[in-house]
């Protein structure tokens, strides 16, 4: 499927990606802290490896794994995922290259609510505005869930099963199927989670239980191996109780429809020409009565998100050490509601961009290359609320939004590699920023036309040490953002039912991430390290949803077909923070606590196709939460606990996982 012009760094780079996913797959049977970066600025790893503690179904709580990664908790799933402190829009997530997103008004579904990563066959996080080559630039970092479909050399079947049984009533079940010859393929696949209440270390239990499914398939045509047409489709649906807030989710339904054309190897120039059109659409339905008996409440909404999105590019050889990847995208989400649960879908706002994209790789010599790229897009969002419900009702706003990186990689001797770049993104204001969180009132009226977009500058540096025994990664960060949005949720709004008002100030953050993968013998240790510090530079506060300083320590020791590992996890207090700021997801709360909590793993290699893992997280059954949290929900007998006043998290969990590859 790959043709990679073997260039002596991209050689020394695929190296080094395939040593380190070697190497987070045999130091770690159950992943623990994800393997250091596997080249400048990309952590890549493997959806499918079992990750301490028990990540919840959905995909942000795989990321927590990943050093610089924290999950704002809402109840038992559906967290929102932050990067270096940036949640939200800032992170661009993708799901096979398309932008899902969610449709709650009060953000019950951040996009990984709808992702189930072991569906996947890999997870890829490029740190900071590094890449230029998806529409909603994520500022922070882009995160791409991905299929690979394989290679049918001659006609088989395969497939993987998978299996999972925990604490707190939790299952899942997962099942592949593929089959394919040299012309064709078909993969489908098929996932169901679910979990009841969790209680925290200290035995109260959560209103916290989640039942989700999903069904993928895809069918490809292979007519020659430089050509693929593939259509693939998707659905899935659950419900979600929640801790943090007076409802619930009882339809999270997500329909998704998408067609790939590749054509490669087209001329000694045309490397590669690529189009995909695909389209999201989420049904979600919130309400105060499915789950709750002890409230007379019966509120409930529905919202709708429909994301169409076409995509092309080429990948040029302009030289044999030049590569540019250029093309242009198309993207139209249109957001609808009910009003006042009526199950009428009213149109409220409709976003649209198109964009222009160009990377250009150089290798300029044996040990270095640079990597560039700019972005150019065209923003227009279309105000459809009633002259009721908004100031700027019928109003359309139209914005160019531009964003650029450079970087440089440098190759010192065999085992060190060093990086540092540059990068700029413009972040044009979401749906929840612009919408959302604008009502009709004097302070906000205006916020559709007066949000204005977010400007990040960020400096990366950073080392990777890659021997036998020994890997390192050091990724350092300085980042200015000029009209960051920071929202305030101690404004009332309309009817005192708004979350907060949207307004932009200037941000500095800096921070970094370090991780190393250290063996002897059958004993192997890993350790990761990552801290950020914030501030509001208009207002000279501390930034909000700032995660403290945090490290991880695992150790895992083989025995022939077992392995045992431990885990511990610390993490500091964090006094800096403002009350009531915060972003789309969640705010301040107030000062933390650190905590230290410890986790046991083992693994059990049946054969090469049976694999059997077990875990228990939180071994002495602490009560604590994060930091980045979220208020529990009063007067619907929610544990508030005054000492944190957050949503804690599960308590001691055990659980038994069995893997069978089938091919
Ligand atoms: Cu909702």
């Known amino acids: 499927m790959k043709l990679i012009k073997l260039t002596p760094i991209a050689i020394v780079t695929s190296m080094m990606m395939s040593n380190a996913f070697a190497a987070e797959a045999v130091l770690n049977d159950v992943i623990v802290t994800a393997a250091p970066m596997t080249s400048p600025f990309i952590v890549e790893t493997d959806p499918k490896q079992p990750r301490q503690p028990l990540p919840a179904h959905d995909g942000a709580d795989y990321l927590k794994t990943i050093p610089g990664f924290t999950v704002m908790r809402k109840g038992g799933t559906d967290g929102e995922p932050v990067f270096r402190g940036m949640g939200g829009s800032r992170l661009n997530i993708l799901v096979d290259d398309q932008n899902v997103v969610g449709g709650c008004t009060f953000r019950m579904d951040a996009p990984t609510a709808y992702i189930f990563p072991e569906a996947y066959d890999k997870m890829t996080i490029i740190k900071g505005p590094q890449t230029v080559d998806y529409p909603n630039m994520g500022s922070a970092a882009t995160v791409k869930f991905e299929r690979e479909p394989k290679k049918y050399d001659q006609p088989s079947s395969g497939g993987y099963l998978s299996g999972l049984i925990g604490s707190f009533g939790r299952h899942d079940e997962i099942i592949e199927v593929d089959t394919g010859n040299s012309g064709y393929y078909l993969n489908a696949t098929g996932t169901n989670s679910q979990s009841g209440n969790y209680k925290d270390g200290s035995g109260k239990e959560y209103h916290s239980g989640y039942h989700r499914w999903s069904s993928n398939a895809a069918f490809g045509l292979t007519p020659d191996s430089n050509t693929l047409v593939e259509?693939?489709?998707?659905?899935?649906?659950g419900w979600a109780k929640y801790a943090d807030r007076g409802m619930d989710g009882v339809k999270f339904l997500r329909e998704n429809a998408a067609l790939k054309i590749v054509k490669k190897n087209i001329s000694a120039l045309v490397d590669e020409a690529t189009?995909?059109?695909?389209?999201?659409?989420?049904?979600?339905i919130m309400d105060e009565v499915t789950f709750r008996s002890n409230t007379s409440m019966t509120d409930s909404a529905r919202l709708d998100h429909q994301t169409t999105q076409v995509r092309s590019y080429a990948k040029l050889n302009l030289t044999s050490n030049i590569k540019l990847k250029t093309g242009l995208d198309l993207t139209e989400s249109n957001h609808s509601k009910d009003s006042g649960g009526n199950n009428v879908l009213t149109d409220d706002s409709t976003f649209k961009s198109s964009g222009i994209f160009a990377e250009l790789s150089n290798e300029i010599s044996l040990n270095q290359r640079v990597v560039s790229g700019a972005r150019y897009d065209m923003w227009t969002v279309d105000d459809k609320r009633s002259s009721s419900a908004s100031d700027t009702a019928g109003q359309t706003r139209k914005e160019d939004v531009f964003s650029g990186f450079g970087r440089y990689e440098y190759q010192i001797s065999k085992p060190y590699t060093a990086y540092v770049g540059y990068g700029?993104?413009?972040?044009?204001p979401d749906y929840w920023e612009l919408i959302s969180f604008t009502r009709n009132m004097s302070a906000t009226a205006s916020a559709l036309q007066s949000t204005k977009k977010e400007k990040t500058n960020q400096l990366d540096v950073g080392v990777l040490y890659k021997s036998v025994n020994l890997n390192v990664s050091l990724?350092?960060?300085?980042?200015?953002?000029n009209d960051f949005i920071l929202i305030n949720y101690s404004h009332a709004g309309h009817g005192g039912a708004s979350p907060g008002i949207a307004s932009n100030i200037d941000a500095t953050t800096y921070g970094a991430e370090f991780g190393v993968n250290y063996q002897v013998n059958n004993l192997r240790t890993n350790a990761s390290i990552a801290y950020v510090r914030?501030?509001?530079?208009?207002a000279g506060q501390p930034l909000p949803q700032m995660p403290p300083l945090e490290a991880r320590f695992g150790v895992a020791n083989d025995f022939g077909k077992w392995t045992h590992g431990a885990l511990v996890r610390l993490v500091s207090s964090q006094d800096r923070y403002r009350t009531n700021y915060g972003n789309i997801a969640g705010k301040d709360l107030g000062a933390n606590g650190?905590?230290?909590i410890f986790s046991l793993n083992t693994s059990y290699k049946y054969d090469k196709k049976t694999k059997f893992y077990a875990g228990i997280d939180n071994l002495f059954d602490k009560q604590?939460?994060?930091?980045?949290?979220?208020?529990?929900?009063q007067g619907m007998n929610f544990p508030v606990n005054p000492a944190t006043f957050r949503v804690n998290e599960p308590g001691r969990t055990a659980w038994l996982k069995a893997t069978i590859a089938l091919d």
Do not use: C, M, W
């Not at 259509?231 to 649906?237: E, H, P, W």
């Not at 990724?475 to 953002?481: A, D, E, L, R, V």
């Not at 914030?534 to 208009?538: F, K």
């Open 594 to 596: 650190g905590f230290a």
């Open 475 to 481: 990724s350092s960060f300085y980042n200015k953002i």
């Open 231 to 237: 259509f693939s489709a998707g659905k899935s649906d």
């Open 624 to 633: 604590y939460a994060e930091f980045i949290s979220r208020s529990p929900s």
């Open 534 to 538: 914030g501030t509001d530079d208009t």
């Open 275 to 284: 189009l995909q059109i695909s389209h999201n659409k989420v049904d979600h």
């Open 424 to 428: 700029y993104a413009e972040r044009f």
